[in-house]
Each structure stands twice: as structure tokens, then as C-alpha cells.
């Protein structure tokens, strides 16, 4: 956040001698001097959120610039609210969530700072492009935004054209303009033991390595199985075809925000309504029913989107603990083609 700031205002602050208000934003409908004023606007209301854990709706608080502020002013309030939308992600544990509409109605700490960002990045663009001056973020910021809060686009080469493209402000070859758009914050789902949530490209790049993905887990987590199917998602993102809510969500048990293992889909359901799910649990995790009061809530969060019919799971025969989670969860044994697993299905409740 800080490193955004930094770039913003020291480059906007070598033309505040200029005229502002008389030219438009770029592609906005805003002159430069509202894009300015809305980018601090921005940040102070995440930050609001974020330190106040807002949790139905916006913090009831608006900012206005004193009368006569000029555009240095306004450069320097620009700075204090990107200070203090740092100070409270900084200060925000690592579970804490606040609302923002989009998609899902809350964001974590990573996501407040990943859209506090955007905002500067991107109106900044919008202000240098009116004022005729030439500006590229460092790659590390953009990077840092389309991992976190833009998992559905793929990256490419150079992230900034990238985000540029995502947002409606560039139209590079191969690629059609971008009309509307929204970033997304990642979906959690709650239980009453547990918090599936779900992965970013930057936590799944993570995690397919060595690291622990920004959670802490208990001892011997995560497992490999984890780190796998983390790189799987890492590579649908950089190939573009990541859909984050048909990814992997990590088990953080909430009474000590330590994570116990990961659930996911291995894809988007396909044309006849199938999705299949598979899951892994840290060993000290086992038996105590957290894998089965998992798969039942994500089993019935896919059933309820539409088009989706039946969930599956694979299992291999001799794995007796996963076919009694698959079981106890609601799943049906069904006919496998492969001889060295049996299937399971938990299909959509009928009507009537």
C-alpha cells in the first residue's frame, strides 16, 4: 500500500500546478481533481471498514476535502488515507472479515489491501493518462492485486497490461474490451466447527511450494496432497481458466484459526451437472468429524448453484476412513469404471 502511495504521489506531485478540474480522467467520466479526491475517498472507507469489521453494509461516513484545498491537498490526504488503510491491514487478524459487496459481501485483510491498491494503481493511470503524463506501477503491486482479487483473468508475461485489460482501460491484440467488470474477493463458508476458505492464486502459489499459503496450521500440515492440488489451481490461473469458486478451500478450525486441510473441486461442473469434490486432512486432524461437516456444507453450497445436479468423489477402495465421510456426509456408492476406486454421489434434493 505504502509502495502505491509512494509512486501516486510522487509523480502527480511534480503537475499539481496544473489544471486539474479542467481535464477529463482518462476513459472516466470524472476530471482529474475528482479521480484524485476519490482515490483518498476509497481508501479511508476500506479502512473504515476494515478497522470498524463492518459487517452488514458500509460505515455511514463520507470524505470531503476542506474548501480551498488545492492539489497538493489533495495529494496529501491521499497519502494519510493510504496510511492509515495500511495501518489497519496491518493491525486486522489474520480471520477478521468486513463487508464489501463484491462477489461474495466481505473481504479479509489481503483483499482490503488488494482493492486499496487497485484504486490507486488504476486512477492513478486514469489521471496521468488525462494529464498527458506516462506511468507504470511496479510489476510487484499489480501482481499482488490480480492474484488476490482478480483469480478469474490470466496473468500473462507483464501484469500490468493485464490489470489495464481486466478493468476496461486496455484493449491488447487477442483480447476483446472489457465492457464491465468486478474483482472478486474470495468466498468463504462457515460451519459450526469450521471456516472453508477459499484459495487465491497468490495462496495457492504458496502452498505448491513449501509454504504455508498465509495460514497456520497445526503440526504436520499442510500434507501433500494440499500442496498438489495447490499447484493445480496455480496453473488453471496462469492459463486463465481458474474459476475460484469451483477451486480449493483450506479447513481453518475457528476456535484457534489453525487450518486442518484442504477441500475442493477438481473443476467447473460439467454439461450434465457433475462436480467432483476431493479433500485431505492433516492426520492430527482426523477423527474428530471435521472432513464430514466440510463435505457437507460444500457439497450443499455447489447443489444450490444453478445447473449443478450431483456432486462425485472418487475414492480408492482400500480407504475405508474416506468412504465413511463419503457416507456419513449423505454420499451414495455408485458403478466406477476405474477398478481401483469406488465412486460416490450426493445428488440435488427433489421436489415434492
Not at 63 to 81: K, M, P
Not at 146 to 163: D, E, K, Y
Not at 265 to 277: K, M
Not at 301 to 309: E, I, Y
Request: charged letters at 25%; proline letters at 6%; aromatic letters at 8%.
Amino acid at each position: 500500500m505504502e509502495q502505491a502511495v509512494a509512486e501516486c504521489v510522487g509523480l502527480l506531485g511534480a503537475v499539481t500546478e496544473r489544471d486539474w478540474e479542467g481535464v477529463r480522467a482518462g476513459r472516466l467520466d470524472w476530471d482529474c481533481r475528482q479521480t484524485a479526491v476519490h482515490i483518498a475517498e476509497d481508501l479511508i472507507a476500506y479502512a473504515g471498514q476494515l478497522a470498524g469489521r463492518e459487517q452488514d453494509g458500509y460505515s455511514p461516513f463520507e470524505l470531503s476535502l476542506e474548501e480551498g484545498t488545492d492539489n497538493a491537498g489533495a495529494l496529501r490526504v491521499i497519502s494519510t488515507t493510504g496510511a492509515l488503510l495500511a495501518a489497519a491491514v496491518r493491525t486486522a487478524p489474520r480471520d477478521v472479515r468486513a463487508f464489501h459487496p463484491y462477489p461474495f459481501r466481505s473481504a479479509n485483510r489481503e483483499g482490503f489491501a488488494a482493492m486499496g491498491v487497485a484504486e490507486v494503481l488504476l486512477h492513478t493511470h486514469d489521471i496521468c493518462e488525462g494529464l498527458g503524463l506516462s506511468y507504470e506501477p511496479a510489476p510487484e503491486l499489480c501482481d499482488f492485486v490480480l492474484s488476490r482479487i482478480f483469480p478469474h483473468v490470466q496473468p500473462g508475461p507483464t501484469p500490468w497490461p493485464a490489470l489495464l485489460w481486466a478493468t476496461g482501460r486496455a484493449e491488447p491484440p487477442g483480447r476483446a474490451l472489457v465492457t464491465g467488470w468486478r474483482w472478486n474477493n474470495n468466498l468463504v463458508i462457515g460451519t459450526e466447527r469450521l471456516t472453508l476458505e477459499g484459495v487465491t492464486p497468490a495462496a495457492a502459489t504458496d502452498l505448491s511450494t513449501v509454504g504455508d499459503g498465509g495460514y497456520p496450521w497445526i503440526e504436520g500440515g499442510p500434507v501433500e496432497g494440499t500442496r498438489v492440488g495447490a499447484g493445480l489451481i496455480y496453473k488453471q490461473y496462469e492459463d486463465g481458466v481458474h474459476r475460484p469458486e469451483w477451486g480449493m478451500y483450506v479447513l481453518v478450525r475457528r476456535e484457534d484459526d489453525r487450518a486442518l486441510g484442504a477441500m475442493g473441486f477438481h473443476g467447473v461442473p460439467d454439461e450434465a451437472g457433475r462436480v467432483e469434490i476431493g479433500y485431505d486432512l492433516v492426520e492430527g486432524a482426523r477423527g474428530h468429524g471435521y472432513a464430514t461437516e466440510a463435505l457437507r456444507a460444500l457439497s450443499a453450497w455447489a447443489l444450490k448453484q444453478d445447473g449443478v445436479r450431483t456432486v462425485v468423489a472418487m475414492v480408492e477402495r482400500g480407504n475405508l476412513p474416506s468412504q465413511n465421510v463419503l457416507a456419513r456426509a449423505g454420499f451414495t456408492q455408485v458403478p466406477a469404471e476405474d477398478p481401483e476406486h469406488l465412486a460416490y454421489e450426493l445428488r440435488e434434493p427433489r421436489e415434492g
